[in-house]
């Protein structure tokens, strides 16, 4: 006959006995249970998290029982279509008319055998067929094993979006589902084992062809396969990916793109702390080659640790912005960092990181952050109006709160800056950009070519042009840039010359055994201990230079003192009897331009 339930909003459900036996332990037959449309929902508010006005559910099934010594000993169940649906109420659905989805499972058999053992059971199934709303179907095969020291259950396969797509249904915290629907997992797992005993729980899986999105401090990435173990509070995964990119989201410029990822992680928890362990880490790109290993260490009551070992070889200094930390480094920082590093090769790169991982950079001491990089045939772009440094090789390094680039050897308009200190003692507060380097002796037409291509053009720049310098000079070059507030720089360097030639241009005047030291700040230039030969005649000089409103003013001042066998020789025959003694002059010239 029929059934009727309580509590079921539907009671199709339809009974036949055959069971024969003259004591309850006696009894054995055939029971047979038919349900069609049976809406199971009043039942499944305990077990659900949405409420049940918000959930229908549809079963239908027909099961046989055999019943053996008054116990049913085999169960066997073909499934109908049984549908259950949802409305989509989170706040993750922010569409006015509310989604409705659905979940159906059709075609299959389960077949539930007794045990020997009090309490235990095996299950099988057919392939059994699960769609989610009008989405492809999905292929699983259950199996299930219960005795009295376990329990373990073997799933063929299921595909991963299934897990935030249902996670309404079973997860009532918001941030939770939401984290699973940012995550938008998808991909396949295969081969799903599970095991639980009174004292452990051990789980067994493969998976392929999957991807993430970035979540709640989760990156996402692409193509991902690899196995994973779970036994006594520690996971392992060995996993490995191709042709895809890791996406921080904000916390770098764009994803990073990689031909192949693999990695090792192993995670050990207890009820008030945890351990990752990411070992083996090989990423390989057009980019760079990076290997290394991480640690995050989560203790309870203390701070959460982070130590990173990683060394990249073959890295591309034009994509290096691609890898800054944007949530640490500064907009002003990035953005010079990106003109400054034209080109170039990272021949190889060294990264470590240790201590607590919310004082990163270690701006405090408390911990250590180091980046040391050996930059190959790079172009360095010091300042937006200077010209770069070519054919560059360099050591840079970041260490916790500071950036300090050393030239092995390199060109700035022909002149050798090996040696140069590109610096930023403090990259949280001023970011106040130094570089020194000392001028090697040079041709001193290098010195004034790179003036003429400076923002020194119209005061030093002037001023070599107008003085003509021939001979090798020596010197030194300061520029102090704030990064975030560049109207402020300040370049300034001192020329020294040896025994230089001197071709003044106005008036046009050659001098010989030139001596002494030009000093620049910006628009303004002065000399020291300037001295030089006119004519073989000796002479000492004063310049001062400074950029008025409209023109640059330079300031010579001229002081000889000769002998008379030294200035005769230049006065004519006929004057001569009239001048006699030691000559001393004084003099200025000033040069508009």
Do not use: C
Not at 192 to 209: E, M, R
Not at 443 to 465: D, F, Y
Not at 471 to 491: C, Q, S, T, Y
Request: aromatic share 8%.
């Amino acid at each position: 006959g029929n059934i009727i339930v309580d509590e079921l909003s539907s009671n199709n459900l339809a009974l036949k006995i055959d069971i024969n036996g003259q004591t309850v332990d006696e009894l054995k037959g055939m029971m047979y249970v038919e349900a069609n449309h049976l809406d199971i929902t009043p039942w499944l508010d305990s077990v659900l998290a949405i409420d049940d006005d918000k959930t229908k559910a549809d079963i239908g099934f027909s099961a046989w029982f055999k019943v053996q010594q008054g116990a049913i000993e085999r169960l066997q169940i073909a499934l109908h279509d049984n549908l259950i649906t949802w409305q989509d109420n989170s706040q993750i659905n922010t569409q006015v008319n509310k989604l409705t989805h659905s979940l159906t499972l059709s075609s299959g058999q389960l077949l539930l055998v007794k045990g020997k053992e009090p309490a235990s059971f095996k299950l099988y199934s057919t392939p059994m067929l699960l769609q989610y709303d009008q989405q492809d179907v999905q292929e699983m095969i259950v199996q299930m094993n219960k005795t009295a020291e376990d329990f373990s259950v073997y799933l063929s396969s299921f595909g991963l979006a299934l897990i935030s797509q249902v996670s309404p249904l079973f997860i009532a915290s918001e941030n939770t589902r939401e984290l699973l629907s940012n995550l938008d997992m998808n991909g396949q797992v295969n081969d799903l084992y599970f095991k639980k005993t009174a004292n452990d729980i051990q789980a067994l899986a493969s998976f392929s062809n999957t991807s993430t999105k970035y979540s709640q401090g989760i990156p996402g990435i692409d193509n991902l396969a690899g196995t994973l173990s779970l036994t006594q509070q520690n996971l392992h995964i060995d996993f490995a990916a191709e042709q895809g990119a890791l996406d921080f989201n904000h916390h770098f410029i764009a994803p990073i793109l990689y031909q192949s990822l693999a990695a090792k992680v192993d995670l050990s928890f207890s009820d008030n702390s945890w351990q990752l362990f990411v070992n083996d880490i090989a990423l390989n790109s057009d980019e760079l080659n990076l290997q290394g290993d991480l640690v995050i260490d989560s203790p309870k009551d203390s701070p959460m640790t982070m130590s990173l070992l990683a060394n990249i070889l073959d890295g591309d200094a034009s994509k290096a912005g691609h890898y800054y930390p944007l949530t640490t480094m500064s907009t002003d920082l990035v953005n010079y960092l990106n003109d400054a590093l034209v080109d170039g090769k990272i021949k190889q790169a060294q990264v470590l990181v240790n201590g607590p991982l919310a004082n990163f950079p270690f701006a405090d001491n408390s911990g250590i952050f180091v980046v040391n990089a050996e930059l190959e045939d790079a172009t360095f772009k010091f300042s937006h109006d200077w010209p770069a440094i070519e054919k560059f090789s360099a050591n840079l390094n970041f260490t916790n709160n500071s950036m300090l680039i050393t030239g092995r050897s390199g060109e700035l308009v022909g002149l050798d800056v090996s040696g140069v200190q590109a610096a930023i003692d403090d990259l949280g507060v001023g970011q106040t950009l130094t570089v020194d380097t000392l001028i090697k002796p040079s041709p001193a037409t290098h010195v004034a070519s790179l003036m003429e291509q400076s923002p020194l053009k119209n005061s030093v720049g002037s001023v070599l042009q107008q003085l003509q310098i021939g001979g090798d000079i020596e010197g030194e070059f300061h520029l102090n840039l704030p990064l975030n507030a560049a109207e402020k720089v300040v370049a300034s360097g001192l020329i020294n010359f040896a025994n230089n030639s001197v071709a003044l241009q106005t008036p046009r005047m050659n001098f010989e055994q030139v001596n002494g030291q030009l000093a620049f700040e910006n628009d303004k230039i002065s000399t020291k201990n300037l001295s030089l030969n006119w004519q073989n005649l000796p002479l000492t000089l004063k310049i001062n230079g400074n950029d008025k409103s409209d023109y640059f003013d330079t300031h010579i001042v001229l002081n000889a003192d000769w002998k008379k066998e030294h200035w005769q020789p230049h006065v004519s025959a006929d004057l001569q009897k009239y001048l006699d003694g030691q000559l001393k002059w004084q003099g200025d010239l000033s040069l508009y331009q």
